[in-house]
């Protein structure tokens, strides 16, 4: 066995993509709301469904909206 070679067979690359939904919380204090990212979603490959990752929890009120990401937020 030679030394210095890498024998382990590598896993099938997986193509990575953008997400399909973005995470928000959206909290209000009187009449102004402010919008915190804190996750995204992506499709699965059979279409039946989405995977969320939640970066951060809301430990207040509000709610998360999901939204679909602008240009911008994809950079």
Same mark, same amino acid.
């Given at each position: 066995?030679?030394?210095?070679? +890498? +024998?382990?067979? @590598?896993? $099938?690359? =997986?193509?990575? @993509? $953008? &997400?399909?939904?973005?995470?928000? =919380? %959206? ?5 102004? @709301?402010?919008? +915190? ?6 499709? =699965?490959? !059979?279409?039946?469904?989405?995977? *969320?990752?939640? !970066?951060? *929890? &809301? %430990? ?8 679909? &990401?602008?240009? !911008? !937020?994809?950079?």
């Amino acid at each position: 066995m030679a030394y210095g070679k +890498n +024998n382990a067979k @590598k896993a $099938p690359q =997986h193509e990575i @993509k $953008p &997400p399909a939904l973005i995470a928000w =919380h %959206v909290s209000e204090r009187g009449e102004k @709301k402010f919008w +915190n990212r804190i996750g995204a979603a992506w499709e =699965h490959e !059979d279409g039946e469904g989405l995977t *969320l990752q939640l !970066d951060l *929890l &809301p %430990v207040t009120g509000g709610r998360i909206v999901l939204r679909k &990401p602008k240009e !911008d !937020d994809q950079a």
